[in-house]
């Protein structure tokens, strides 16, 4: 059981801002941004440890290092992070016990074993060793990219060269992965990161007021969380939990070429919708894909290409389906649960909304959108998976 706790805390990350005691850019550098960086960059240095040197990764354990790191650092917000690591080294243990300790009974109900799992990355070194590694340098990679831009707007301030020496230092250990290597020389893979991180900058509900702000590229992030999330009250085989949540990661892509239009405009026009599809498909394959190894396009294409479909891969052809259930809950299959990335689309919208709303900034654009989707959802399922629960936990008050 997914509990109330544990939704409305991923949230958290979009109200903690970094570098705050930094000249910044006002949007683009809360921790929901910075995490959802760090998973993409942990995506790309797994496909080449997997193709260029031919690791054994679990997507799996990955995803989950990526969400346990995720919730720790919710946890101990308030430490500032060259504090944070110093205590990490000297009080490691007793801060990971007291951390596990506020988030057992969030993550406690949830089906797969999630709580073991969370204990066994903490406090056991062979756990995950590898995907730990990976999770480490995409952490120093996205703080060194956003780096580049503190840099440039502080260059006098005190102690910024010890900052920059340090974040180089900490990617230099991590060279022993290709990936590193590759992204450091500034090239191709380097610029689809820089892409991927305009995604920062794009904000959500653009013509409304809203706290907190969003990113295009947070959302994707709780949309990933949630996905997974929902594949282990499935039992979804490993594939499919791994496929849910980077196609969650993913479904906003290519905004960062067309930009985040809104369902009203999308709607306005019979047809408009298919197109715009059209013309972000074909900006994919002109721009976007061609930025990274000719071997990862077909996967890009499943995760971004009918993104709200119930998909499988059979005899080399993708086919779209009417559920997975049990018949294609198979590793073999590549399935993906399209219409559930869809709701958890939703319910990130829905949250969105409604957070704001209690921090008492309103507008009609959220109330509709608010109470429009708690409509539609209030008795919804999928694949036995039921949404009305989620989104009956911040169901509409009578002033909202």
Known sequence: MIKKELLELLFEAASIQRWNDHIRPHKGFAELDKQAHKMVF???????????????VDWVKLI????FEFLHRIVLTDIKPPIFHKLMLEKGELLNTWVLEQLRDRIGPVEGGLLEKFHAYFFDPEYSALEKKILKAAHYLATNWEFQIIYNLNANLYGLDETRKKIADEIEEHYHLAGVQKLQLGKKTSHFMDLVGQLRFQQRWAQTPRIPETS???HTLIVAMLSYLCSKELSACPKRTANNYFAGLFHDLPEVLTRDIVSPVKRSVEGLDELIKEIENRQVEELLL???PAAWHKELRY???EEFANKICQNGRVEIVDTIGEKYNEDRYSPIDGELIRVCDHFAAYMEAYLSISHGIRSHYLAEGYR???AQYRNHSVAGFDFGLWFAYFKPGMGD
Do not use: Q
């Not at 995506?43 to 690791?55: I, M, N, P, Q």
């Open 216 to 218: 295009v590229l947070g």
């Open 372 to 374: 429009g989707l708690y």
């Open 290 to 292: 061609p930025l990274l």
């Open 303 to 305: 995760f971004t290409e």
């Open 64 to 67: 989950e290092g990526g969400f």
């Open 42 to 56: 942990a995506y790309v240095l797994t496909k080449f440890e997997e193709s260029d040197r031919g690791a054994e």
